[in-house]
């Protein structure tokens, strides 16, 4: 469809990360911009400075009137809104076009020169280091983001329209909808086994999308995809080596196939955050950016809201959010921790985000966890799921083979927390733990 046709853009489910890109998209490009999400956030409050409408009632009565007239509105959904959503029902009954976001975005950037960055973990700091590299080195590229950058406080970085880059979701098979130039995956370990059934699929998914790259590939080496690779402490066509760290700053050499650059510096914690900057470099040089320019910029990143994200930070108390919400994540954040603070105490809050996600990989949760010197654990996060009978955070809980851990709920949180007299407070998950994180910052900074 020729998307200049509609003026009206109508989102359900406004407030996800994704969604909320294209909102700012449409809006800032002179489109009628509303829509519902089942609640309010940092999100949706500032998609209303932009003068778009949100309500949070799933009413047909709160559509606007201009809204409702089929030749002028687009409707985008999310996945994760129920089939029996009624505005969503009452759009597909009455002739609207309506559309998945990943459809969206695809018709978005087919006409650009496409860099899409996929994989189960990884993919939203690669795709915003990558934005920020092209920003930076004088490329007129806009960015959809799956997180929230710090250096532009917005998960949309607003360039032309002849180049996009675009973290590219495995969810739903949605990256399947886009046409890359240039591709990267950070990895393919078994997730969304909700949609996807088996690990199998979800590969021969990624399978699928690698074929669709029609200029370069870059993958992470091991991979079993055809490509470029990249790697960290390992030859591989791109790869950093002679890591150290200076007063928490990264710096470390990288090898390309042409080139040489030494002392790049980068100031993300965690090894996994060495290797996100290098597969960015990967990128970005194939598409003619200089290692020079690549290093000035990645100097200058300042990371992504909710991934390693310090809340406090003083001498005596540090407070980090992260988003981690499978194993390999909780591994990469627990070895992080460990590596800037080696002798302190640490206490772990994670809140467990899907029934199916917990079922599928409760061994996997209770081995990551356990590594911390303490942990408490909230209640599973449903998102778009009903409960499954015998998958509780209890359940769970008692996989867990470690001397200090405790249940608790979001109300005792804070207590729980104090009570555990850690140095360094991690708190993790993918659900609404972010919202609770600011309610522990206040309390443990003394702003309340």
Not at 49 to 64: C, V, W
Not at 170 to 189: G, K, Q, W
Not at 246 to 272: A, Q, R, S
Request: proline content about 2%; overall charge negative.
């Amino acid at each position: 469809m020729n998307l200049n046709s509609k003026h009206n853009i109508y989102f359900i489910g406004i407030g996800g990360i994704g969604m909320s890109a294209l909102a700012r998209f449409f809006a800032v490009n002179g489109k009628n911009v509303a829509g519902f999400d089942r609640a309010t956030s940092v999100i949706t409050s500032s998609l209303e400075k932009l003068g778009i409408e949100i309500h949070t009632d799933d009413s047909i009565e709160m559509i606007s009137a201009e809204f409702k007239d089929p030749s002028k509105t687009l409707v985008i959904y999310t996945p994760a809104v129920h089939e029996s959503h009624q505005e969503l029902t009452y759009f597909n009954s009455n002739g609207f076009t309506v559309l998945k976001r990943s459809e969206v975005l695809g018709l978005i950037t087919k006409g650009t020169f496409c860099l899409a960055v996929a994989g189960t973990h990884g993919k939203t700091t690669t795709s915003t280091i990558l934005g920020h590299i092209l920003k930076e080195s004088g490329v007129d590229a806009t960015s959809f983001l799956g997180g929230v950058s710090e250096n532009y406080n917005s998960n949309l970085i607003l360039g032309g329209d002849e180049i996009s880059v675009v973290e590219a979701d495995e969810y739903d098979r949605s990256f399947l909808r886009l046409s890359p130039n240039i591709a990267c995956v950070t990895s393919m370990d078994a997730d969304h086994l909700d949609i996807y059934g088996e690990a199998d699929a979800l590969q021969d998914s990624f399978q699928e999308f690698a074929d669709k790259v029609t200029d370069t590939m870059i993958v992470y080496k091991g991979l079993p995809l055809k490509g470029l690779t990249y790697a960290v402490n390992s030859t591989a066509d791109y790869y950093a080596d002679n890591i150290k760290i200076k007063n928490g700053t990264y710096i470390f050499d990288v090898m390309t196939p042409t080139e040489i650059i030494t002392n790049v510096e980068f100031n993300l914690p965690g090894k996994h955050n060495v290797l996100n900057a290098v597969a960015a470099l990967a990128m970005a040089n194939n598409f003619g950016v200089s290692l020079q320019d690549i290093a000035k910029a990645l100097l200058t990143f300042k990371g992504v809201q909710r991934r390693f994200s310090y809340k406090i930070k003083t001498d005596d108390l540090v407070l980090i959010d992260d988003y981690a919400h499978h194993p390999t994540e909780i591994n990469a954040v627990y070895e992080s921790v460990k590596e800037m603070y080696p002798t302190k105490k640490n206490v772990v809050i994670f809140q467990p985000h899907l029934f199916s996600r917990t079922k599928d990989f409760a061994d996997g949760f209770a081995k990551s966890l356990a590594q911390f010197d303490g942990l408490i654990l909230l209640d599973i996060y449903p998102a778009r799921e009903k409960p499954m009978k015998g998958i509780t955070s209890k359940w769970l809980f008692d996989k867990i083979n470690m001397e200090s851990k405790k249940l608790s709920s979001k109300e005792g949180l804070v207590n729980a927390i104090k009570s555990e007299n850690a140095a360094i407070i991690v708190m993790i998950g993918a659900g609404d733990i972010g919202e609770l994180v600011v309610d522990v910052q206040k309390e443990l900074s003394g702003e309340n």
